[in-house]
């Protein structure tokens, strides 16, 4: 019943544009892909300075904000933030003093999360700010028609598919072999077997058929950022997925 109740919360949430603003390699990667597999668009970097400059542009929902940067520390980046952006700032930081706390919070931010942390309770405190945007109820009818799966999000209704956060400008055969693939992850599907779940009975088939869109998919996802390539060939048995 808890599980069930998560995972509605988790289908309610709306997506967001993140800015991860860390300096420790290891922090920023588990936050990147905390909040990627939520269905987040992340960004990352390690400068103030830098941060600030994106932040200008106005493409960003929310900030993970860590206090010991290279080149400022966090509260100037916040005050400088706080005159031209209202955009929600949570603060991450190994310091836990009480001073330090309200300093944050009187220059603006809206949370405020000591290291060592947990990313499962970072994203909770991401999902309820968010929760507190202007327009998050819309945000909210969108997310329920996406389920996510590790970096990928399926949207069947609509048909459509995201890794990572970014839309896949798919064909229609690509849609269908990669929905075939999400709806069973890991599992091993003949080249027959997406072939009837995919293809009309009187489209061109053929195992090269279900190859050519395989190698136009990988392309497309090597596009969208990944670094493996996340389907995988079975010789003589057919493909999976690593969702």
């Known amino acids: 019943m808890y599980r069930a109740a998560a995972r509605a919360i988790l289908r309610s949430m709306p997506t967001a544009r993140i800015l991860v ?39 960003t929902d929310l900030v993970v904000l860590d206090v010991g940067l290279p080149d400022m520390d966090g509260f100037e980046v916040c005050r400088r933030l706080r005159t031209f952006s209202e955009v929600p700032v949570i603060f991450l930081t190994a310091r836990n003093d009480e001073l330090d706390r309200v300093l ?5 931010a809206d949370d405020y999360v000591p290291k060592p942390f947990s990313p499962r309770e970072l994203a909770a405190r991401v999902r309820a ?7 998050a109820q819309a945000g909210a009818a969108e997310g329920e028609r996406w389920r996510a799966l590790g970096e990928f999000a399926i949207d069947a209704e609509g048909r459509r598919i995201r890794y ?22 890991g599992a091993i599907l003949s080249r027959a077997q997406l ?8 489209a061109d088939s053929g195992d090269r058929t279900v190859d050519t869109h395989v190698k136009t998919l990988r392309a497309k996802l090597r596009a969208a950022g990944a670094e493996a390539d ?12 690593d969702a």
Do not use: F, K, N
């Open 129 to 135: 700010r968010l929760r507190r945007l202007p327009g």
């Open 164 to 185: 990572r956060g970014q839309a896949l400008e798919l064909t229609r055969y690509e849609y269908a072999l990669l929905a075939a693939l999400l709806r069973r992850p």
């Open 195 to 202: 072939m009837e779940r995919g293809w009309d009975s009187d």
């Open 230 to 241: 996340p389907i995988r060939t079975h010789r003589g048995l057919g493909y999976s997925l």
């Open 104 to 108: 944050g919070l009187e220059l603006g």
């Open 21 to 59: 603003v860390e300096d420790e390699p290891t922090i920023a990667d588990t936050l990147v892909y905390a909040l990627g597999r939520e269905g987040h668009r992340v960004r990352h970097c390690t400068l103030g300075g830098e941060a600030l400059e994106i932040l200008r542009e106005g493409a």
